[in-house]
């Protein structure tokens, strides 16, 4: 049997690319709506206070005497992130902290209260170090049936509530002027969100989950400026990702999570860079074409 062959046959492999593929999806649907609506930190901020859950979680397992001790590990992190994220968005909405200050008291409570907690756990570095940057190929059965029923909630809600969602991150004014419940969307938001964390942890860890809702988004926006097909085109992108990134790690000793996280940085860089050069070149014959006659090549958003 060839490597290839090997890699594909193994139940751990076929849960991971199952868990990634998952991922790609879902992250960039979430990513899409963050990014209109200038949130895309809001990841990292989330990220950071699932780890704070994933320690709680560890230390109700051990108090409960589950095996393994980390059992817990994710539920803990859903709950903390939901938490987070809600808590968040009030703030943001009635309290007298700005959104943006809010989220970094969160980021940097959530990281310390996080890396405390797992030593109180008795974890160790490397149980740290998995949870920071991810672990996708030590994906257990109940992780991916975790992932399988939260990426349906959250590719439902996203997809679902496209409509109403997109005039919210767009025009939160228009939004509440045509009737719609901004306030319960807000959350909505948020706690999809929260969710799609607690799906990618597992895969590119706490501390890059954003790049995976975000970076496939802002490669789509380069070469589509629809709403929608940003959406899809950020989906395809972020499943060719988490899929690349896997299979390579197999053969490469190195980080999955990481190396999803480069490729993502990489493509994007090589998009902006063919676009630059393709703009330029159309506007120089436009130019000549035009008798000297200005071409505006520039960007403007038409929703789907």
Known sequence: MTALGQMLASPLMQRAYIVAV?????????????VQRGLALLGDGIGHIALTGVALGWIAGAAANVTPHDAWAIPGAIIASVLGAVLIEVIRARGRTRGDVALAILFYGGIAGGVILIKLAGGTTTNLTSYLFGSIATVSTSDTWFTVVLAAVVLAVGIGLRGPLFALCHDEEFARSIGLPTAALNVTVAVVAALTVSVSMRVVGALLVSAVMIVPVAIAQLVSYSFGRTMHLAMVIGVVACVAGLTITYFLAASPGAMIVVLLVCTYAVVALV??????????????????????????????
């Open 22 to 34: 998952l991922v790609g999806l879902s992250a960039p649907v979430v990513g899409t709506y963050l």
């Open 275 to 304: 676009g630059g050069v393709v703009r330029a070149t159309r506007s120089r014959h436009g130019r000549r074409q035009g008798g000297g006659m200005r071409i505006d090549y520039g960007q403007q958003e038409v929703p789907a």
